[in-house]
């Protein structure tokens, strides 16, 4: 791949739509050659981040928010973008909590920002109160040095 490719996806903030986004994912990953242990990494972690955007980014779920995903396919990586346009929330309030606390209790926000974090090679979360979330992460077809 010279250019990279760029899928984009743009689904009602409702649960019931999390699992287009992972089988989408999926098919990509699958189409870009990562093991089966990456892919299954890979659909937790947009799961997850798609889910935190259903459950906390808006105060009604009528559907007619929406979640923005965006797949760009490199040569050496897959760089996926989650972007609601949500209430946000405090960037700082979960990246000083402990690790074993919960941030849940503060940000309402449970454990799935952590599982993206570990799951993918690189993530990165920017949150503007009143604005949205968007969650950029990034899995390499081969392991990084």
């Known amino acids: 791949m010279e250019n990279p490719i760029q899928v984009n996806l743009e689904i009602p903030c409702l649960s019931e739509f999390v699992g287009i986004v992972r089988l989408?994912?999926?098919?990509?990953?699958?189409?870009?050659?990562?093991?089966?242990?990456?892919?299954?990494?890979?659909?937790?972690?947009?799961?997850?981040?798609?889910?935190?955007?259903?459950q906390y980014a808006h105060h009604e779920s009528s559907g007619k928010n929406k979640i923005f995903v965006t797949s760009i396919l490199h040569e050496n990586k897959l760089e996926i973008i989650?972007?609601?346009?949500?209430?946000?929330?405090?960037?700082?309030?979960?990246?000083?909590?402990?690790?074993?606390?919960?941030?849940?209790?503060?940000?309402?926000?449970?454990?799935?920002?952590?599982?993206?974090k570990s799951l993918m090679d690189e993530a990165y979360i920017d949150s503007v109160i009143g604005k949205g979330t968007i969650v950029r992460m990034i899995k390499y077809t081969v392991p990084k040095k």
Do not use: H, Q, Y
């Open 82 to 116: 989650i972007e609601d346009k949500g209430k946000g929330f405090d960037i700082k309030l979960l990246d000083n909590a402990p690790k074993t606390e919960v941030v849940k209790d503060k940000l309402g926000l449970g454990l799935g920002l952590t599982f993206v």
């Open 24 to 54: 989408t994912i999926s098919g990509i990953a699958t189409r870009m050659n990562f093991s089966v242990e990456d892919i299954e990494d890979i659909k937790i972690a947009v799961s997850e981040a798609c889910t935190n955007s259903v």
